[in-house]
């Protein structure tokens, strides 16, 4: 060995302060902060009971899930036209019988559906979904809400809230209980992607809008945006991108973006968050699996954080070659917030590598991972395997800290774990879940 000797300060020494972690009592003391750690989950598409049938729940709803989908067209000859014109129980066992019976579930998405089945001790290789059906249908959605969040330590979840969904919006209108474990979040798809579809609808709602987003449309974006956050009290606003997302730019999507969407975030003191890379409907005959991803210009993101400095961002990107620019962007601009490894990176092979780069760029300051579950169960497995991937990559750096002669207590991994996973989401929000 040359000259380095990378023995512990602490290990031998006999001036060890009592709480002071060793190498070898550091994994399990992540793992026990991790567990113990209620989590804010930042972004799902799950709904609060009072948005009723928008919520998802229950084993059909976990098997038909569109990752789930996208790989049954691989083991099956079923075509997707087909496949959509059945019903749903229909559609689970199609999937079922593909993707765990004739095939051994071993993608992340099918060992999600293995991990629920057996957290409620349902059988994860039976011939069929009876069991699993008898058991969901039993359940009270109230209680198995609160148990399924329980199950996940998810003390919150936030939502995606489409006031234009012809769903969801009669629902907002009559009035929906405030309810602390789910946060709403105004979604601006519609608004923001594609101009040329909403905008008459939100003129028969008796906004002053036109198709070129011109005359008085701005002003009329922006009382539609104050009447929203009156009614919805949102954490944030969100919009997801595609790869092309370019600002400035001379669209309507870049005017009203400009002029009407980051004044009302900043009037209202919230975070605008981005989902850029997703290619929407590279295949729709896939329907919600059609969507790709592609590497993104992230000068966009650099643009938005110099030029709109009181504006606070929440930004995720879709494409694994876009995750170190966004960690040096981050670095250059504080009012920059990355956050979660979002759906075709939520794979802990990816999300290792991610999360590793984050934390070696930025210590504590971002949010390492939110859900985006939308079936209610999913919480369950995404949360554990958050917490499994973690563990190990927080011990190392904690280990590598030993080594270079800072010791490192309980005490420090709880701020940490709170940090990541809960008061920089909560401070960037300015709300407090707890
Ligand atoms: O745009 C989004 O919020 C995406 O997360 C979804 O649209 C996507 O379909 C998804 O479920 C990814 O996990
Ligand atoms: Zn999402």
Same mark, same amino acid.
């Given at each position: =060995?040359? +000259? *380095?000797?990378?023995?512990?300060?602490?290990?031998?020494?006999?001036?060890?302060?009592?709480?002071?972690?060793?190498?070898?009592?550091?994994?399990?003391?992540?793992?026990?902060?991790?567990?113990?750690?209620?989590?804010?989950?930042?972004?799902? @598409?799950?709904?609060?009971?009072?948005?009723?049938?928008?919520?998802?729940?229950?084993?059909? /709803?976990?098997?038909?899930? @569109?990752? #789930?989908?996208?790989?049954?067209?691989?083991?099956?000859?079923?075509?997707?036209?087909?496949?959509?014109?059945?019903?749903?129980?229909?559609?689970?066992?199609?999937?079922?019988?593909?993707?765990?019976?004739?095939?051994?579930?071993?993608?992340?998405?099918?060992?999600?559906?293995?991990?629920?089945?057996?957290?409620?001790?349902?059988?994860?290789?039976?011939?069929?979904?009876?069991?699993?059906?008898?058991?969901?249908?039993?359940?009270?959605?109230? !209680? @198995?809400?609160?148990?399924?969040?329980?199950?996940?330590?998810?003390?919150?979840?936030?939502?995606?809230?489409?006031?234009?969904? %012809?769903?969801?919006?009669?629902?907002? *209108?009559?009035?929906?209980?405030?309810? !602390?474990?789910?946060?709403?979040?105004?979604?601006?798809?519609?608004?923001?992607?594609?101009?040329?579809?909403?905008?008459?609808?939100? $003129?028969?709602?008796?906004?002053?809008?036109?198709?070129?987003?011109?005359?008085?449309?701005?002003?009329?974006?922006?009382?539609?945006? $104050?009447?929203?956050?009156?009614?919805?009290?949102?954490?944030? =606003?969100?919009?997801?991108?595609?790869?092309?997302?370019?600002?400035?730019?001379?669209?309507? %999507?870049?005017?009203? #973006?400009?002029?009407?969407?980051?004044?009302?975030?900043? /009037?209202?003191?919230?975070?605008?968050?981005? =989902?850029? +890379?997703?290619?929407?409907?590279?295949?729709?005959?896939?329907? #919600? $699996?059609?969507?790709?991803?592609?590497?993104?210009?992230? &000068?966009?993101?650099?643009?938005?954080?110099?030029?709109?400095?009181?504006?606070?961002?929440?930004?995720?990107?879709?494409?694994? /070659?876009?995750?170190?620019?966004?960690?040096?962007?981050?670095?250059?601009?504080?009012?920059? =917030?990355?956050?979660?490894?979002?759906?075709?990176?939520?794979?802990?092979?990816?999300?290792? /590598?991610?999360? &590793?780069?984050? *934390?070696?760029?930025? +210590?504590?300051?971002?949010?390492?991972?939110?859900?985006?579950?939308?079936?209610?169960?999913?919480? *369950?497995?995404?949360?554990?395997?958050? %917490?499994? !991937?973690?563990?190990?990559?927080?011990?190392?750096?904690?280990?590598?800290? !030993?080594?270079?002669?800072?010791?490192?207590?309980?005490?420090?991994?709880?701020?940490?774990?709170?940090?990541?996973?809960?008061?920089?989401?909560?401070?960037?929000?300015?709300?407090? @879940?707890?």
């Amino acid at each position: =060995m040359d +000259g *380095i000797s990378v023995k512990t300060p602490y290990s031998e020494n006999q001036c060890r302060h009592q709480d002071v972690l060793l190498d070898h009592e550091l994994e399990s003391a992540v793992e026990d902060v991790l567990s113990s750690t209620p989590v804010v989950d930042m972004h799902t @598409h799950l709904f609060s009971p009072s948005l009723g049938k928008l919520g998802l729940w229950g084993i059909d /709803e976990l098997i038909t899930y @569109h990752y #789930l989908e996208g790989e049954l067209f691989r083991s099956s000859d079923i075509t997707p036209e087909r496949y959509f014109a059945l019903p749903k129980q229909d559609r689970a066992d199609a999937i079922w019988r593909a993707l765990f019976l004739e095939n051994t579930p071993v993608s992340e998405a099918t060992r999600g559906v293995v991990a629920v089945l057996k957290a409620f001790n349902l059988p994860t290789d039976g011939p069929d979904l009876s069991e699993a059906r008898a058991f969901f249908a039993t359940q009270n959605v109230h !209680t @198995h809400i609160r148990q399924v969040l329980r199950m996940a330590g998810v003390s919150a979840v936030v939502m995606t809230n489409d006031p234009l969904d %012809r769903d969801e919006f009669p629902l907002w *209108i009559n009035g929906i209980d405030n309810d !602390t474990n789910f946060q709403p979040v105004i979604r601006l798809d519609r608004i923001l992607r594609e101009w040329s579809e909403p905008w008459d609808l939100l $003129a028969s709602l008796g906004y002053a809008v036109d198709a070129q987003a011109s005359g008085r449309s701005i002003p009329e974006l922006r009382r539609f945006l $104050a009447d929203w956050y009156k009614r919805m009290r949102p954490v944030y =606003m969100a919009v997801s991108l595609p790869d092309s997302f370019q600002f400035p730019d001379d669209t309507p %999507r870049g005017k009203m #973006l400009r002029e009407a969407v980051l004044p009302a975030c900043q /009037e209202f003191d919230i975070p605008l968050s981005f =989902m850029i +890379g997703v290619r929407r409907q590279v295949n729709p005959r896939l329907r #919600l $699996a059609g969507d790709a991803v592609g590497k993104a210009d992230l &000068r966009a993101v650099e643009n938005l954080c110099r030029d709109f400095p009181e504006n606070r961002f929440l930004v995720s990107v879709l494409s694994r /070659e876009n995750q170190h620019e966004l960690c040096v962007y981050a670095r250059k601009f504080n009012n920059l =917030m990355p956050f979660g490894c979002w759906w075709f990176l939520n794979n802990p092979s990816i999300v290792e /590598e991610i999360t &590793r780069e984050r *934390i070696e760029l930025l +210590g504590t300051s971002f949010i390492p991972q939110h859900s985006d579950a939308r079936v209610l169960e999913q919480v *369950i497995y995404k949360w554990r395997n958050t %917490r499994a !991937t973690m563990a190990p990559l927080l011990a190392q750096s904690y280990r590598l800290l !030993t080594r270079d002669g800072r010791p490192v207590r309980k005490s420090d991994i709880q701020r940490d774990v709170k940090r990541l996973f809960r008061s920089n989401f909560e401070q960037w929000t300015n709300h407090n @879940h707890s």
